[in-house]
């Protein structure tokens, strides 16, 4: 595996947290309480890892990809990525707050907070594949 590798190992990472935070949603609304803890843990460790292998990819890995063809589709790949970028920086602290909360035992707070860090967690997980599909798969680019 090398450094070009990275962008396919943080779509996985990123499909993974996706996954964890859904079982994790799924099993405190059926009162799961240990299960929903040992998935937040998962997708947050998966996000964690995500970090590392995107800064050691854009640390090493000089070129900067931009998306040109199709110029149709450009401005739809803009917002997605713009959207996703601004929501990543924002999410970070969110998630740390949550978890702080839920790890002091102090959940009406952790669940206050927690219905805007999952759905932003999510979509932040989520669109992070998509920019991947979009500049790697479904419009390669040049």
């Not at 396919?8 to 947290?17: E, F, H, P």
């Not at 009162?31 to 947050?44: L, T």
């Not at 292998?53 to 790949?77: D, I, K, M, S």
Request: aromatic share 14%.
């Amino acid at each position: 595996m090398t450094v070009h590798d990275l962008p396919a190992v943080n779509a996985s990472l990123n499909t993974l947290s996706a996954v964890f935070l859904t079982m994790g949603f799924i099993f405190i609304k059926r009162g799961n309480k240990i299960a929903h803890r040992n998935c937040m843990i998962a997708a947050f460790t998966t996000s964690v890892v995500f970090l590392a292998c995107y800064l050691t990819y854009h640390f090493n890995v000089q070129a900067v990809t931009h998306f040109r063809n199709p110029e149709w589709f450009r401005p739809v790949y803009l917002v997605i990525l713009l959207t996703h970028t601004v929501l990543a920086v924002i999410i970070v602290p969110l998630i740390l707050v949550t978890l702080n909360r839920a790890r002091q035992g102090n959940f009406e707070a952790h669940k206050k907070i927690a219905r805007w860090t999952w759905p932003l967690w999510m979509y932040v997980s989520v669109t992070g594949v998509v920019v991947y599909l979009l500049l790697y798969q479904i419009f390669p680019q040049k």
